[in-house]
């Protein structure tokens, strides 16, 4: 069974920074792209980022480009997101997200984690 | 702002058939595959169709998905009351100069 934990959500200041984790088991993660989402309180969906199987292609959403890092760790099933200058704009629950079919990144968002609340503020 | 266009909301007795729209264009649903997701409340978001009209494993065909040319819809037949949630189309986006991925802003379906 596909099992993805996040971690690191926290309360943090504007212009701040915060690294979140997902620890992902049940399949064989170095095969599939990995993405994040996020849903700040009350509101939808928003695409993050995708970070390819063996990490050597990320992408970003524009309103994080530059801000954000997504990085992967295939000997210990480990996926990362690194957040910088953060604003209340950021506040929001983090998903992490598998993809459905092995190889390049499709967007088919097959498998969710519980997500991790991010908290902005002063 | 979404590109995507869904109404907000949908209402409809236990047993009773709804379908939810996703409006694009042809930068989006025109000329790409269509997810629609699950939120109940509380939890994670849960795919229920990709490739316009695919149900994973586990899905009841109760829930089905199609695609004419700039929309989509998802249809829900005997409706249930485990079915009150917020639902999510989803595609590419082509307009920009590297394209991304958008979600519509969501429909809530409440079973009266």
């Known amino acids: 069974e596909v099992q993805l934990l996040e971690s690191g959500g926290r309360l943090v200041q504007p212009g701040g920074s915060l690294k979140l984790s997902c620890s992902a088991s049940g399949f064989t993660f170095s095969h599939y792209a990995m993405y994040w989402v996020r849903q700040a309180p009350g509101r939808g969906l928003q695409y993050i980022s995708t970070i390819i199987n063996t990490g050597a292609v990320t992408d970003y959403a524009d309103s994080v480009k530059g801000r954000f890092t997504v990085s992967r760790d295939n000997s210990n099933n480990m996926l990362y997101l690194q957040m910088s200058r953060l604003s209340a704009e950021d506040t929001a629950v983090y998903y992490c997200?598998?993809?459905?079919?092995?190889?390049?990144?499709?967007?088919?968002?097959?498998?969710w984690g519980q997500g991790t609340l991010v908290t902005v503020s002063s | 702002q979404s590109v995507l266009t869904q109404p907000p909301s949908v209402s409809a007795a236990p047993g009773q058939n709804v379908t939810i729209s996703c409006s694009g264009s042809s930068s989006n649903i025109g000329n790409n595959y269509v997810s629609w997701y699950q939120q109940l409340p509380g939890t994670a978001p849960k795919v229920l169709i990709y490739?316009?009209?695919e149900r994973p494993s586990g899905i009841p065909h109760r829930f089905s998905g199609s695609k004419s040319g700039t929309s989509a819809t998802l249809g829900i037949t005997g409706l249930q009351t485990g079915d009150e949630a917020d639902y999510y189309c989803?595609?590419?986006?082509?307009?920009?100069?590297?394209?991304?991925?958008?979600f519509g802003p969501g429909t809530k379906v409440t079973v009266l």
């Open positions: 997200v598998k993809e459905f079919s092995v190889g390049a990144p499709v967007w088919h968002f097959a498998s």
């Open positions: 989803g595609t590419w986006d082509s307009s920009l100069s590297t394209g991304r991925y958008f």
């Open positions: 490739d316009n009209s």
